[in-house]
């Protein structure tokens, strides 16, 4: 039987396990896939027994995902510049790093929006989710991404490490409000909203565009307070399960050369959560 696990702290919440658990029982693969609770500080020695397990590939989540790279043999190109992991695959006993959380929200993104490149876009947020997210973005060809941010040195450092080209302007949370009528995509990659705290939102959207899109990577609960808030302005709203499903799926086709039906992914993570 092979074996995969997601190591985190805090661990029992992942959703992860039902996901790969049903992908590997519907086409009939013999594997399995564990919750793995590492604290942070005990990364080595947890990775150490991972390593006589003999996984077959596992998931990184908080807070190692960049503690993580220099106990890994190699790491895939566009991981290596987004300077964090979330999936590693065991090749041959060699542990290879990816970061399929950026391309998970790409593929997501452009089930609703296909012509990505020219649409103006504000990124709300410059922690290590964005960076996959900024990173990816630009990588696509994406032209404009402004970012707004709690610690304006956070996000200038972000557009300093870029290593592909788009362009950046840094915003206040007043300057991005003032002109949020300018966007056709607005990214909101920050924890604000996520339940229990679901009555916070990280900026106002009066101003939004009629038929903008507001994508939220914070999947509990399924409406964070900003997608409401733009729905009833009339803007498009994707919460964060697009990009849990596929960030999931891309791991599971890099441990097994097969890209997983994300529809009955979508179906499982739904039900999880309690929607529909
Ligand atoms: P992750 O890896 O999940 O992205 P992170 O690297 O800690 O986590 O980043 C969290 C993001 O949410 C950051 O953009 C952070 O803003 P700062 O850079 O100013 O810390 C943002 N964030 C979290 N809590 C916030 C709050 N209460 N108000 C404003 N921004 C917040």
Same mark, same amino acid.
């Given at each position: ?46 990775? !150490? ?41 065991? !090749? ?81 949370? !007043? ?47 399924? !409406? ?53």
């Amino acid at each position: 039987m092979k074996r995969f696990a997601v190591i985190g702290d805090p661990i029992k919440h992942s959703m992860s396990p039902y996901m790969h658990n049903d992908l590997f029982q519907h086409y009939q693969i013999d594997a399995r896939y564990d919750r793995v609770h590492i604290e942070k500080g005990m990364l080595e020695t947890g990775l !150490e027994l991972l390593k006589k397990d003999g996984l077959a590939g596992f998931n990184v989540t908080v807070p190692h995902k960049t503690d993580i790279l220099p106990f890994l043999d190699e790491l895939d190109p566009l991981c290596k510049e987004i300077g964090a992991v979330n999936t590693v695959v065991n !090749e041959k006993e060699k542990w290879i790093g990816y970061n399929t959380d950026g391309a998970g929200y790409l593929a997501g993104i452009l089930k609703v929006m296909p012509e990505l490149k020219d649409k103006k876009t504000l990124m709300i947020g410059a922690g290590g989710a964005a960076r996959a997210i900024y990173f990816t973005l630009a990588h696509h060809g994406v032209e404009t991404i402004d970012i707004v941010n709690r610690t304006k040195v956070r996000a200038e450092q972000l557009k300093a490490a870029c290593p592909y080209p788009v362009q950046t302007a840094i915003l206040s949370a !007043e300057a991005a409000e003032q002109q949020l009528g300018e966007y056709d995509l607005i990214i909101q990659t920050t924890s604000i909203g996520m339940s229990p705290e679901i009555d916070d939102s990280p900026l106002d959207v009066t101003n939004i565009k009629e038929n903008a899109l507001i994508s939220d990577i914070i999947y509990n609960p399924l !409406e964070p307070k900003i997608l409401q808030e733009g729905k009833s302005r009339g803007a498009i709203v994707q919460n964060g399960i697009e990009m849990f499903v596929y960030q999931g799926a891309l791991a599971f086709e890099k441990w097994l050369g097969l890209m997983p039906d994300t529809d009955r992914m979508r179906k499982n993570v739904r039900k999880q959560l309690g929607g529909n």
